[in-house]
Each structure stands twice: as structure tokens, then as C-alpha cells.
T-cell receptor, first 109, second 113 residues
Framework: RKEVEQDPGPFNVPEGATVAFNCTYSNSASQSFFWYRQDCRKEPKLLMS???SGNEDGRFTAQLNRASQYISLLIRDSKLSDSATYLC??????????FGKGTMLLVSP | EAEVAQSPRYKITEKSQAVAFWCDPI?????LYWYRQILGQGPELLVQFQDESVVDDSQLPKDRFSAERLKGVDSTLKIQPAELGDSAMYLCASSPKPNTEAFFGQGTRLTVV
């Protein structure tokens, strides 16, 4: 099992839709979790950290499920500008950050 | 806003040549990462520094790749000799300490011909 797994998509949704991505991780000792956004041919940019209690930032909500070893990202009221690849990042219990391969989101008018 | 600086932005080199990339992390960030990203894939860690010490270089192809961070500030990644399969985006990132949010530079896009 890979350390961090994501559905590559693409997820095609209309503007205004709600969309959710999941990411599973293999190491139960993982400590830190993040979602990054990456536009085509650009660098990854931090979207949000994921806390045990869950956290929300505007239209974005991230949740952690330690029992099932996955994190999720929910985007409400999708905008055209949300089209990007969303990368799940996990600290697998030792001192580094491991990236998933990303989930592509395409929001259409 | 503080940024991670990388240079060059683009590099084209012939196979078997040497190439080097430079990274200047956000001031005060002790942890520095070099990642390689192939189009359509997620970034893969090549090497991680804590100050001037290597924390993880298990995925660094040491027969051709080397990395240093001599004074614990800026860092250089070198490839010698370059191979066609090395064509990728090379991303540098830094964070205040391990296991915290990392911030990326704009990357160096390498093409080996």
C-alpha cells in the first residue's frame, strides 16, 4: 500500500457545486496533514492544515479520520478559479512530508 | 511576503553535462527540502536538511545527484551527469521546523536533451 493515495480524477463539476476529495494514508503514526493546491506548471501552495477537530476556511473544510486513516477536503460553491490539482500531504511519523499524486478538479461554467 | 527563491527558473542541458540548482529558503527556516516532480505526478522527496545536516536522502540517486547546505541557509542541488530521465521540475521548499507547513519556491524546470 502506498503511503499516501488519492483518486487522480479528474472531477468535473459545474460552478456552484459541492465536491469532496479523500486521501488515505498507510502509517497510523502519521502526525501532520495538509492540503496543497497546484496550478498547472506552478509550484504547490498551502491550502490548509488539517487538524484532528476538523477545520474550515471559507468555502473549504478539511477533516481527519484517524480510525480509518483518511483526510478529506470539501469545497462548497465551486468557482472556476478552483480548477487545479489538490495534493494531500502527510507526515508519516518520521521527519519528512510525503505527497500524494494529486486529484485534478475541473470546474465548468 | 517572504518567499523561497530558486534559480534558474528554466534550464536546458545536454545529457552527460553537469547542472546545478540553487535555493534560498525563507529567512529563519531551519528545514529545507528538495523535491522532484514529473508531470502528472506528485512531488517526490530527494533530500531534506535540518540546518546544515542531511535528515533524509534515501531517495537521492547518489551516483549522480548531490546536495549541500553548507552554512545552513541556502542550498545547491547538483546533477552530474544529467540523463534524459532527469527532465522534471525541481522544487525547493522550507519550513520553520520539521513536520510543519512547507512553503515552495517557483521551481526549476529542467529539460535534458
Amino acid at each position: 500500500r502506498k503511503e499516501v493515495e488519492q483518486d487522480p480524477g479528474p472531477f468535473n463539476v459545474p460552478e456552484g457545486a459541492t465536491v469532496a476529495f479523500n486521501c488515505t494514508y498507510s502509517n497510523s503514526a502519521s502526525q501532520s496533514f495538509f492540503w496543497y493546491r497546484q496550478d498547472c506548471r506552478k509550484e504547490p501552495k498551502l491550502l490548509m492544515s488539517v487538524y484532528s477537530s476538523g477545520n474550515e476556511d471559507g468555502r473549504f473544510t478539511a477533516q481527519l479520520n484517524r480510525a480509518s486513516q483518511y483526510i478529506s477536503l470539501l469545497i462548497r460553491d465551486s468557482k472556476l478559479s478552483d480548477s487545479a490539482t489538490y495534493l494531500c500531504v502527510v507526515n508519516p511519523g518520521y521527519s519528512t512530508l510525503t505527497f500524494g499524486k494529486g486529484t485534478m478538479l475541473l470546474v465548468s461554467p | 511576503e517572504a518567499e523561497v527563491a530558486q534559480s534558474p527558473r528554466y534550464k536546458i542541458t545536454e545529457k552527460s553535462q553537469a547542472v546545478a540548482f540553487w535555493c534560498d529558503p525563507i529567512s529563519g527556516h531551519a528545514t529545507l527540502y528538495w523535491y522532484r516532480q514529473i508531470l502528472g505526478q506528485g512531488p517526490e522527496l530527494l533530500v531534506q536538511f535540518q540546518d546544515e545536516s542531511v535528515v533524509d536522502d534515501s531517495q537521492l540517486p547518489k551516483d549522480r545527484f548531490s546536495a549541500e547546505r553548507l552554512k545552513g541557509v541556502d542550498s545547491t542541488l547538483k546533477i552530474q551527469p544529467a540523463e534524459l530521465g532527469d527532465s522534471a521540475m525541481y522544487l525547493c521548499a522550507s519550513s520553520p521546523k520539521p513536520n510543519t507547513e512547507a512553503f515552495f519556491g517557483q521551481g526549476t524546470r529542467l529539460t535534458v536533451v
